[in-house]
């Protein structure tokens, strides 16, 4: 996430603007933030998940979408742009453009060194926020490692750790099973080290 030159826009400019133009951005506190563009590794293990995911959830009332749906997290007014994003039931949209998703259930980030600790940090801290929001997996793109926080009826966190390639990741809200060998299917992993000095 890059910041533009500095400009306060109302939620209906970010909207209207948001609406038109060929990039996606992120709002927060009247600031937009340029989204930057997936590698080849991010895409691939994002078309892996959600075809996993879609094959288990097409005859049930969920639905797995990719990052072009904006979701707005009501409790601290940031619009930003999740990787994928799974809900099941009702969409709950903020106006009639149904553009704008109010709840969801399961997200997943694909993390790359430029939003890595933003996804980790301050980012999820805005997603624990919203009520329907039950399961979140971090998908590392340079290693075949997945982390899966699980929400608890204390408001804490479980954390589980999925390293091996015959390792099966199942999330019980939704019924589904990720396997940690199709998620990274033809994914060529870059060495970490030389990863971070590249840019998503």
Known sequence: MSAQPRQYLTIDDYLTLERTSPQKHEYYAGEIF?????????????????????????????????????????????????????????????????????????IIEILSPSTENYDRGKKFQNYRTIPSFTDYLLVNQNNQYIEHYQRQSNYQWLLSEYKTADARMHIVSIDCTLLLEEVYEKVVLVPETAAETETE
């Open 34 to 106: 340029a989204l930057a563009g997936g590698s080849v590794a991010h895409n691939l293990i994002a078309t892996n998940i959600i075809g996993m995911l879609y094959n288990q959830l097409r005859r049930r009332p969920c639905t797995v979408y990719a990052s072009d749906l904006r979701v707005k997290i009501p409790a601290t007014g940031l619009y930003t742009y999740p990787d994928i994003v799974l809900v099941c039931g009702e969409l709950h949209f903020e106006d009639d453009h149904q553009d704008t998703l109010l709840n969801p259930m399961v």
